[in-house]
């Protein structure tokens, strides 16, 4: 059996914990014999392109931010079957939507510097808005334990299931005391975005004690308004949510926003 | 079992000559493009007019993400999990940072067991930075393979064992961070929820177990480096200089101690105004610091070299075998000093775990009580690459006026530059392959991780699209 042909690479701003995660793989060794690793810079030195110059799956992870950015996951579209973002950042901008826009108007009249003031410099942007993107694997980072499944998935040649339900659900199946009766309510952290959040973590923050983040991004259809009901219950302002909410979810529920004024 | 040894370019005196080797008076400009195998874009180049070297860079030219414009105005709460994201390798170090700096701003005193539970997160991500570092990143180099891969596939018994150090080390973060990257259960004030007594039990038994697998690793590294002539005696790669760390008398620094120089002595300033200067060259982007000389060196080497005595005694047996003296001034034992350190996290972790398995500890310390006050707060901690430093300025509601990040990697572009100038006159009769091939070896001995500030793209696809 031929093996699946495989890249990882960034787009531009990341943290690159999302690819550690796939060195974090416990059986690193033999998911990396099942498969033709071209590109992992992280990893490899870079294998000459004329061999690679198509791929089965590639992976990216973090936002773009400059023209050389879009030029490269363009670049990688054309050359591979499937474009998977890895992560929130390659999702939906994750943490680097949180970028203020007059920081980004700085950097380009030139406060930081020549060098950038030379380039292209512009809002973050996701994956989706620069190029047809098959997969979001969703999270921040993303969980080893779900990329594995992934990785099976596409070597047996099954589509991947990202769960579709919110992250309570897993969090009361795996018999975790919900954050909102625990004590020490309303205190900042222990506001938990669950009822938004797609699930597919095995709720790791709840069984912390630490209300979820909702670093995996919003579950389809979220229900904001019953979150802020909820919340408010438990003494926690709407402003407080939203702080909670813009950590790594800014750029999705500006959308959200934006669609439910235009509805108006 | 034989490790099959092969150098990587054999030694200087024997280098290919492929590529483009010239000589002559003509002028050599050599480019590494991004230098693989380190977290992170930066690239190097040297200029060799007539056999000398007249101009070398190491050049970041770090993208932006502009992590201290997010922070401006944001909740304390936010804080830790914002600046988390800097870096995926460096997430526990920055949490603990931040959080340092957070409660001194407030003037939040923390528990004993919150003490503890910080120092086996951060010890363990020393085992976790360091073991990736050693083996997927620096051991290709001495095996002369281009990545971890080959390694894996000859010896996947032996892969699997060191690999299983790094396993080890995710296991205790997510443990007590709650998450492997980015942890959610380290907070200002406190940890809420006490780790499983059980799982920390099996954490201790697994540190035990995981020595031979630790000293495997040193004898195949022992095997490589005696006498390689980037690490052995008398090894030309050697330049005197500064080193600075954190500095504790009564244990090995992780992040209670005071700042010292090898050049002058501590310092109780923690806040680096005024002790370190960062500057902006005028190439790249990324930021470089200075302190007595033009450069200095942070990381597990200057921590060896400024803490050597309050190493543990199997520490101390590690460095032996791996012929690590202090002082010592060849910036290529940064990766032997990591693996010294590796068994220094351990030793560190057991005694720890130990402390926090005593009667009277693992209780369930609930919501911390944190009361915001206006104030500024600094944060010092070691983290794998060196000594990193948040400082923070908060308004009375508890929101950030100014964040202030300077992060260890920042510290080392000066001393590589430097190494640049001071070893490559060495190699000015080598191939530009042999050369590309040094400048990439001496950066990922200080293992950057240049992600810290962001990213650069390698324009080589686009040139070649």
Partial sequence: MTKLRIAVGEAGASCEACMLQLLNLEDLPAFVSSFDILKFRLAQADSADEQGDSYDAVFIEGSITHGEG??????????????????????????????????????????????????????????????????????????????????EALRAGRTPCIPQYSMCTECKHQGEPCIYRSEGKGSGHDLCLGPITRAGCKAKCPHTGVGCFGCRGFVDCPNFEALFMVAARHGVAKEHVEEKINLINKVPYREYKQKKGEKK | MTWIIKWPMACRHHGDHGDGHTTGHVTRSIWTGTVDRVEGHGKAMVEIHDRKVIKALWLVNESNRFIEAMLRGSNYTSVAPTVARVCG????????????????????DISEQTRLLR?????????????????????????GDDSIVPFMQKHPAEAGRVLGLKSLA????????????????????????????????????????????????????????????YYKD??????????????????????????????????????HRGVIREYMPPYGTGLYARHVRKSFMVGALAR????????????????????????????????????????????????????????????????????????CGVGAHEVPRGTLVHEYEYDKDGRIVHANLKVPTGFNHGSIQEDFKTFLPYLVDESDVRIRRFMGDTVRAYDPCISCSVHELDEDIIIKR
């Fill in chain 2, 170 to 229: 995710n296991d205790i973060n997510l443990l007590i961070g709650g998450k492997i990257t980015h942890p959610v259960a380290l907070e200002v004030g406190g940890i809420r929820k006490a780790p499983d007594r059980c799982k920390l039990e099996k954490c201790r038994t697994d540190l035990e177990n995981c020595i031979d697998d630790l000293d495997l690793l040193v004898g195949l590294v022992a095997s490589l480096t005696l006498n390689h002539p």
């Fill in chain 2, 304 to 375: 060896i070299n400024n803490n050597f005595a309050m190493l543990s005694p199997a520490a101390k047996k590690v460095a032996e075998a791996l012929g690590l003296s202090v002082p010592c001034h060849k910036p290529f034992m940064n990766t032997v000093a990591q693996l010294v350190e590796c068994r220094q996290a351990i030793d560190a972790m057991v005694v720890i775990i130990d402390k926090l398995l005593a009667p009277g500890m693992l209780y369930d310390e609930g919501a911390p009580n944190v009361k915001p006050r206006a104030g």
């Fill in chain 2, 89 to 108: 390798i460096c997430s526990v170090g920055h949490t603990l940072a931040s959080l340092q700096a957070t409660e001194a701003a407030f003037g939040i």
């Fill in chain 2, 234 to 271: 008398g090894s030309e790669y050697e330049r005197e200089r500064e080193f600075i760390s954190l500095h504790n008398p009564n244990e090995y620094p992780t992040f209670d101690g005071v700042l010292c120089s090898s050049d002058t002595g501590c310092s109780h300033v923690l806040g």
């Fill in chain 1, 70 to 151: 879009i030029e490269k996951v363009r670049w990688f579209r054309r050359r591979t079957k499937l474009l998977v973002a890895l992560g929130a950042c390659a999702g939906w901008c994750g943490i680097n939507g949180r970028v203020p826009p007059e920081t980004i108007h700085d950097a380009r009249t030139g406060a930081y510097g020549s060098y950038i003031k030379g380039r292209q410099v512009f809002e973050p942007l996701a994956l989706s808005d620069v190029v047809k993107v098959d997969l979001i694997i969703p999270g921040c980072p993303v969980d080893k334990g779900e990329v594995r499944e992934i990785l």
């Fill in chain 2, 119 to 143: 120092k086996l997160a951060a010890n363990a991500a020393i085992l976790q930075s360091h073991t990736l570092h050693v083996v997927a990143l620096v051991l290709p180099d001495l095996l």
